[in-house]
């Protein structure tokens, strides 16, 4: 089965620390999508990638937090520094998207972040 | 983005019909609905969408009033694993920055055997 894949699934670090976190889309898939999981805000959206173009990354803390897509098959979000705030689950999604039909995005796991 | 509104959490019978209900009373004409759900523990998942028709799949149906400003998931048999959150999401076709998914609360659904 084609899969989302995330890397790392935890990760542990320490305050200013960097943080990068890498998601591998399905292959043929145009749209990356970024997410934050946590108790209280629930999923947010920090960045939206077609065809490797940012195309939304309002949600994101400018300071330190950047999503790139070096090539099709890898997306990275990093947070530099990082602090204890940004605890939380990231997913990744992909998804074709096209003039013809809504948007089916497929989730990775999640990376589980705990910043200390 | 259009908003939507769903019930904060609904309870049904395992081999029941649930129907999740969402209203997006300001719904554009180029907005399609989608639904999503997220196990516990897990990412979400994709189940249906729609833009003017009811939709049927596996998983669910989808059924769009008149006026688009209310739709219905509905789970034709509940089973424990349809135990979720379900988010009813609106998305601009293919619009720039607006062609992204902006998750709300949702509707945390439980299912009693």
């Known amino acids: 089965d084609a899969r989302v894949t995330q890397t790392p699934r935890h990760k542990v670090t320490e305050m200013g620390q960097e943080v990068t976190m890498r998601c591998q889309p399905i292959?043929?898939?145009?749209?990356v999508f970024w997410y934050r999981q946590t108790m209280m805000q629930g999923l947010e959206l920090l960045a939206y990638?077609?065809?490797?173009?940012?195309?939304?990354d309002s949600g994101m803390p400018k300071d330190r937090f950047s999503a790139e897509m070096p090539d099709a098959t890898l997306a990275t979000l990093k947070i530099q520094p990082s602090e204890p705030r940004d605890s939380a689950v990231y997913f990744c999604?992909?998804?074709?998207?096209?003039?013809?039909?809504?948007?089916?995005?497929?989730f990775g796991e999640g990376s589980r972040l705990t910043v200390l | 983005d259009a908003k939507t509104t769903q019930p904060n959490s609904m309870e049904s019978n395992e081999e029941e019909p649930v129907h999740l209900p969402c209203n997006h009373s300001?719904?554009?004409?180029?907005?399609?609905i989608h639904w999503y759900r997220q196990l516990p523990s897990q990412g979400p998942e994709y189940v249906i969408h729609?833009?003017?028709s009811n939709v049927n799949n596996r998983m669910a149906s989808l059924a769009i009033a008149e006026d688009r400003k209310s739709s219905t998931l509905i789970l034709h048999r509940a089973t424990l694993r349809d135990a979720a959150v379900y988010y009813c999401?609106?998305?601009?076709?293919?619009?720039?920055?607006?062609?992204?998914?902006?998750f709300g609360k949702g509707t945390k659904l439980s299912v009693k055997p």
């Open positions: 999604a992909s998804g074709l998207s096209d003039r013809t039909r809504g948007l089916e995005l497929f």
């Open positions: 292959l043929g898939h145009n749209t």
């Open positions: 990638f077609r065809n490797r173009a940012p195309l939304d």
């Open positions: 300001t719904i554009s004409g180029t907005d399609y």
């Open positions: 729609g833009l003017t």
């Open positions: 999401i609106l998305r601009e076709h293919y619009g720039g920055s607006q062609g992204n998914l902006i």
